[in-house]
């Protein structure tokens, strides 16, 4: 099933673009925590990071970092987070794959991964550090 955002790589939704090449697309989010806040796509409908081919994947991030120190500039932000998200659990919304780029300045009230406890590893770290690896 398409997504608004191959909707809006074929033009049938406008968006405002702020960059183009032969595998991504990026424009400013239509929902920002801040000026400057920007999508970078697959033009590959990839759903999510368990989907995405590496090479697909690789291209957003090559894209990410062209972009990254382009838009703190431009908006004379004081930093930059980075964020992906997968699933509805970790607040996925659109699935089409896709990395935000968000400007952040000092006081802007926004916080990241917090707004819950966090979680205490305590000797569990051993265990899942090793879950993880013997996986991989
Ligand atoms: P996520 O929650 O990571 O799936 O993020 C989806 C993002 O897409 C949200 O930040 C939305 O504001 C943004 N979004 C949804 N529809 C559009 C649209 N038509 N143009 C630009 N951004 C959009």
Redesign the pocket.
Known sequence: MST?FEK?IAGE?P?YKVYEDDETFA?????PINPGHT?VIPKEPHKDIYEIPEASFLAVMRTVHKLAPVIREAVGADGINIGQ?NEPAA????FHF?V?IMPRFEGDGHTHWQGAENYHEGEDGEKIANQIAERL
């Open positions: 608004v809006i939704i968006c424009f400013l989010d239509a929902d999508l998200n607040g996925q919304e659109v896709h935000h």
